[in-house]
T-cell receptor
Framework: EAQVTQNPRYLITVTGKKLTVTCSQN?????MSWYRQDPGLGLRQIYY???????DKGDVPEGYKVSRKEKRNFPLILESPSPNQTSLYFC????????????FGPGTRLTVT | GENVEQHPSTLSVQEGDSAVIKCTYS??????FPWYKQELGKRPQLIID?????GEKKDQRIAVTLNKTAKHFSLHITETQPEDSAVYFC?????????FGTGTRLQVTL
């Protein structure tokens, strides 16, 4: 089954404690992207990756890091989380940018206290 | 950078009526405009898109229009059904880098 998986699905953590949210896809897609969703603000793109070792900033990259060492994985790293990073995070993938066949992960709800 | 504004924030229509959601963008270099549907508690779903070399695109009951001169684009849903109830997001930018609108909550009433 074609899918994008994210782990963990829910996380409550404290300010400053490094964390990683994993994203994995099984469709050999080249393009992957991270978004955060906040009430009243909609979706905002954090980082995206066109292929292995190729990553670039979206609209809100501050406080986040990503890596793309393998095609299937695109982890989101918060090295020193702060309360303003409390949000719902989605990972998505598609064979190429702008493909209508875009798959979103189930989301990760992160709370930073 | 790009700035995308979306209106209205909420929209209520009766089943069978049409719904129109409008977005404006600021960056004339933007060339890709997708629309997403998000049902309550679920992940977003890309439902239709339009590129800057096209003025209109239709897929069954949904259509999108783009006016590059005025920098605005719209989503049109005809013959609305209860299952169309969701939050809809527009976005603009390039295919790889997108800025989203703040969403429109569409309620289709019986």
């Amino acid at each position: 089954e074609a899918q994008v998986t994210q782990n963990p699905r829910y996380l409550i953590t404290v300010t400053g404690k490094k964390l990683t949210v994993t994203c994995s896809q099984n469709m050999n897609h080249e393009y992957m992207s991270w978004y955060r969703q906040d009430p009243g603000l909609g979706l905002r793109q954090i980082y995206y990756s066109m292929n292995v070792e190729v990553t670039d900033k979206g609209d809100v990259p501050e406080g986040y890091k990503v890596s793309r060492k393998e095609k299937r994985n695109f982890p989101l790293i918060l090295e020193s989380p702060s309360p303003n990073q409390t949000s719902l995070y989605f990972c998505a993938s598609s064979q190429r940018p702008g493909s209508l066949e875009q798959y979103f992960g189930p989301g990760t709800r992160l709370t930073v206290t | 950078g790009e700035n995308v504004e979306q209106h209205p924030s909420t929209l209520s229509v009766q089943e069978g009526d049409s719904a129109v959601i409008k977005c404006t963008y600021s960056d004339s270099a933007s060339n890709y405009f997708p629309w997403y549907k998000q049902e309550l508690g679920k992940r977003p779903q890309l439902i239709i898109d339009i590129r800057s070399n096209v003025g209109e695109k239709k897929d069954q009951r949904i259509a999108v229009t783009l006016n590059k001169t005025a920098k605005h684009f719209s989503l049109h849903i005809t013959e609305t059904q209860p299952e169309d109830s969701a939050v809809y997001f527009c976005a603009g930018g390039t295919a790889s880098k997108l800025t989203f609108g703040t969403g429109t909550r569409l309620q289709v009433t019986l």
